[in-house]
């Protein structure tokens, strides 16, 4: 048992110092480069939303798979790290704000017409399983609620869940706003976590 919790610790530990080198704010960015290279879902020109944006992993990558003629925006609760923010590239804007409850107006300002919406939202964890996947799944809902209005048609949307027994129909009504849908578990994610990914394909 030891022994599988050292490995697990050096595997974690991999990932951290990979984030250090690369200069990423956090190691859950290999989680959407996974979810890239299997998908090829962000492309050069994109506009894409980051829903939950802090501490800034997500948002650095998008950006540069988007490139200078594509656009990034994100949001948060929490304002990123100065030292993110001097990272943070001219076809990127932030937003402090709740994404379980976003005003008309920050709406307005965000804008509209993303071709990927996407959400590593997580709750603060209680250690409780079940209160916290139901948390997860709020959180999903909002972000799936945001992605129905914000994405154009064709769009794509990406979200981490915990998965447990509101599961089945988040993957519900994911199956009603797009045409395909795939889950999927990165690599790079704890073994012991009850997180999964799951990919909307063409918005309807």
Request: charged residues 30%.
């Amino acid at each position: 048992m030891k022994r599988s919790t050292a490995k697990h610790n050096r595997w974690g530990d991999h990932y951290s110092r990979l984030a250090k080198k690369e200069q990423f704010p956090a190691r859950s960015v290999y989680k959407l480069r996974e979810v890239q290279r299997k998908y090829n879902l962000i492309k050069k020109g994109d506009k894409i939303l980051d829903l939950g944006c802090f501490p800034g992993s997500w948002l650095l990558y998008a950006a540069n798979l988007a490139g200078k003629n594509g656009r990034v925006v994100g949001i948060d609760l929490k304002p990123l790290s100065k030292s993110v923010l001097s990272k943070v590239p001219s076809n990127v804007r932030i937003y402090i704000g709740d994404v379980l409850s976003l005003d008309d107006e920050l709406i307005r300002s965000v804008g509209k017409d993303f071709n990927i919406v996407m959400s590593d939202m997580a709750p603060d964890t209680t250690g409780n399983k079940n209160v916290d996947a139901a948390r997860s799944f709020n959180l999903c809902q909002a972000a799936l609620r945001i992605a129905k209005d914000l994405l154009v048609d064709g769009g794509s949307f990406i979200c981490k869940i915990f998965q447990g027994e509101d599961f089945k129909e988040f993957i519900d009504s994911i199956k009603l706003s797009f045409n395909k849908h795939k889950i999927f578990k990165p690599q790079s994610s704890k073994k012991s976590s009850k997180e999964i990914y799951v990919i909307g394909f063409e918005k309807k």
